[in-house]
Nanobody, 121 residues
Framework: QVQLVESGGGLVQAGGSLRLSCAAS????????MGWYRQAPGKQRELVAL???????NYADSVKGRFTISRDNAEKTVYLQMNSLKPEDTAVYYC???????????????WGQGTQVTVSS
């Protein structure tokens, strides 16, 4: 069983910063990509940022230059530093990870949980 536990969401004024964390636990041998999605009210879920175990990153155009993804492979944790936040960043943020469990690569997500980020104008 693999679990992803997020923390760090909250309410912040426009221009402010937040840092999200997501820790993976369970019978994980290895983790390839880890990252973040978000879903705003009335909108489809969208990719925010991904990072491979080797350090390659991929960002949504809307967050480039403002958000930074990082990870601690030893702690199986991924972070999202969000700066210069805008009201349009308001959404529930979800964690995702590709994990090696019992010899099989599995993509796991936290769709049922997530952490709320609210940016006031």
């Amino acid at each position: 069983q693999v679990q992803l536990v997020e923390s760090g969401g909250g309410l912040v004024q426009a221009g402010g910063s937040l840092r999200l964390s997501c820790a993976a636990s369970g019978s994980i041998v290895s983790i390839n990509r880890m990252g973040w999605y978000r879903q705003a009210p009335g909108k489809q879920r969208e990719l925010v940022a991904l990072m491979t175990s080797g350090g390659s990153t991929n960002y949504a155009d809307s967050v480039k230059g403002r958000f930074t993804i990082s990870r601690d492979n030893a702690e199986k944790t991924v972070y999202l530093q969000m700066n210069s936040l805008k009201p349009e960043d308001t959404a529930v943020y979800y964690c995702t990870a590709e994990v090696l469990v019992r010899g099989e690569w599995v993509r796991t997500n936290s769709w049922g949980q997530g952490t709320q980020v609210t940016v006031s104008s």
